[in-house]
């Protein structure tokens, strides 16, 4: 059996809450000191693709990244017919675990809003990371995605991880991580993530697998 915890991909800037899943290690947060400023920006990279050789190294199977696609979109829709285009949200799915983060306006908003993503079908459960609070900057925005790219060269540079079985999500210099890991891999990425200058916080919302299930899943190299 396996745990949930997240990645990175293009998010749809337009809420939620967990709901009960077996074994979740989620909202494993690291601590890095510092107050959060309101910067906001998601930046979603690695193993996120459907179709290439990207649908190879990512450890969703094709059909559940199709299904992941097709819960942000329609979960973004959702909220654009009821809030219009003036709330900054992000949301983000990683095998059916939805993400949202950004601001809103009231905790009424917040709940709404989570409510709305929980309603889209194939979705799994729901980690609700919106703030109430004024809607970040660009520049603050612009600030996360360094980090997110930052974070992702990381994993890129180490040789003991693969890293596009990571989805990077980045929220006022929050670093949000995401996918299908071991324990020791999700240990390694956080150690890593929270090495990158201007990270505030790091929080695991992976999905632990065992060694032994990571071996059947990796594609075993031709002889």
Request: glycine residues 8%; charged residues 25%.
């Amino acid at each position: 059996m396996s745990k949930p915890v997240l990645n990175h991909r293009q998010s749809t800037s337009i809420t939620s809450s967990f709901g009960a899943l077996p074994r979740l290690a989620l909202l494993s947060a690291v601590l890095l000191g510092g107050l959060l400023n309101t910067a906001c920006a998601p930046l979603v990279i690695g193993g996120a693709m459907v179709g290439g050789a990207m649908v190879a190294t990512d450890r969703r199977t094709s059909g559940i990244q199709v299904e992941d696609e097709g819960i942000e979109y329609k979960a973004a829709a959702r909220v654009r017919e009821h809030f219009g285009l003036n709330t900054h949200v992000n949301i983000n799915s990683y095998n059916r675990l939805v993400l949202i983060t950004g601001e809103v306006a009231s905790e009424a908003d917040r709940g709404k809003l989570e409510t709305l993503v929980t309603g889209v079908e194939n979705v799994r459960t729901v980690l609700n990371e919106t703030a109430v609070m004024p809607a970040s900057s660009i520049g603050s925005r612009s600030n996360d995605v360094l980090i997110a790219t930052k974070v992702k060269a990381q994993f890129v540079d180490a040789k003991d991880l693969l890293s596009n079985a990571f989805y990077v999500v980045v929220e006022r210099e929050v670093v949000y991580l995401m996918g299908r890991v071991t324990e020791r891999e999700a240990t390694r990425a956080t150690e890593l993530a929270r090495g990158v200058s201007g990270v505030k916080k790091v929080v695991r919302a992976f999905e632990i697998i065992s060694e032994e299930e990571l071996a059947r899943i990796t594609p075993q190299a031709k002889k």
